[in-house]
């Protein structure tokens, strides 16, 4: 994790950037290595900065979660894009789907006959640019399909004159701590079962894809053909207790100031408080974390409360507790939800030096 540069304002997004190139060119290897394709989910961290260091690193494209994300990478030259989430297209999407496949290959997920034929409607005769992907419920139901009601999807997406170009799924329930196998598992049978269905009745599957990043290092190409880890590019806190990430590969952290701090006694437990609360850090907590975040500095102190602008650290008694003013590096539990939460990112190179990213597709939830 880089230093916190001096003079630096609290609360504040630090990206260390040698660690997060890191990070990059590892996941791209070890895809490579497995025979699959990168197309990294870019809702992490919503910077040009990341993903052209994705792209050059050998990511075939990125995946977004929203149209508004989608139009604003495309609209910075970004040539591949996938929307990997069902999408009712109304009006106001479908201006903005016609002006994205005027810059871009475009991708779309859908997991209904319904949306299919909305989709249709709204693109006219320009729908058939858009490569369908339909989505796969692998274990995690949330969206997605039985592997067996593909097949209505994609006949629909044929009468209506639209492409099937592939597969998808979202192991989502490999976001436990004793989930990960079993998620892949889930994922990798899912997916061949609505492959072959497919396939048998005439379509040409290309394009079958998976992964999380808890799950990216565990999948191969025995089944999917490509793979869209987030997370890896930070790390946070929840892939570090599931052990998906280790302290030292973490390459982004909020730096924070203890603003309270309090020795404690048989009644009231030790304690600091800093400045950074759940408008930078978020308030994600999954049943099985330990706390609200982890302290880079502190291993085994536990963020145990968050306030809007505040959060509570409980210190272990064998260490002094930290002084007023100083300053420390916060990883939140889910960095997604944090980078989301503002407007730019201090960047902090090798060097020392330090400039500031812009969060472009921020809050860009529609």
């Known amino acids: 994790m880089a230093l916190i540069p001096a003079g630096t304002s609290t609360p504040q997004i630090i990206i260390d950037v040698a660690q997060l190139e890191k990070n990059i060119d590892k996941m791209a290897q070890r895809v490579a290595s497995q025979g699959l394709k ?82 249709a409607r709204m693109l006219g005769e320009q729908a058939s640019k858009i490569r369908l992907m339909i989505e796969i419920d692998s274990g995690h139901h949330r969206s997605g399909v039985s592997p067996r009601d593909a097949l209505d999807i ?119 408080v800093v400045d950074a609360g759940s408008k930078i850090l978020g308030s994600d907590r999954p049943s099985w974390a330990t706390g609200y975040g982890r302290i880079a500095e502190c291993p085994d102190a536990r963020i145990s409360a968050l306030s809007e602008h505040h959060a509570t650290v409980l210190w272990p008694e064998n260490l002094d507790l930290p002084d007023y003013g100083q300053q420390l590096q916060v990883i939140p539990n889910h960095v997604c939800q944090a980078v989301n939460l503002v407007d730019s990112v201090l960047a902090v190179h090798a060097d020392g030096t330090s400039e500031l990213w812009d969060v472009a597709a921020r809050g860009l939830n529609y």
């Open 38 to 119: 990168l197309r990294p989910h870019a809702k992490t961290h919503k910077m040009l900065e990341v993903a052209s260091r994705q792209l050059d690193a050998g990511a075939v494209g990125l995946t977004v979660a929203t149209v508004g994300e989608a139009l604003s990478f495309a609209l910075q030259g970004v040539a591949k894009i996938f929307i990997a989430y069902p999408l009712w297209v109304n009006q106001s999407q479908a201006e903005r789907i016609l002006e994205l496949i005027k810059r871009a290959k475009l991708s779309i997920g859908t997991d209904s006959v319904q949306a299919v034929e909305q989709m």
């Open 154 to 272: 994609a006949e629909a997406a044929r009468d209506a004159g639209m492409r099937v170009n592939g597969v998808f799924t979202f192991p989502g329930h490999s976001y436990n701590p004793d989930g990960i196998d079993c998620a892949v598992n889930d994922e990798h049978k899912a997916l061949a079962e609505a492959t072959r269905i497919l396939r048998e009745a005439g379509f040409a599957i290309k394009r079958i894809s998976g992964g999380s990043t808890p799950t990216a290092a565990l999948s191969d190409n025995s089944v999917l053909t490509e793979v869209r880890p987030g997370v890896y590019v930070f790390g946070d806190a929840q892939q570090f207790e599931l052990g998906r990430t280790g302290f030292d590969e973490i390459a982004l952290t909020v730096a924070a100031t203890v603003v309270s701090r309090h020795e404690g006694d048989e009644q009231i437990p030790r304690r600091i």
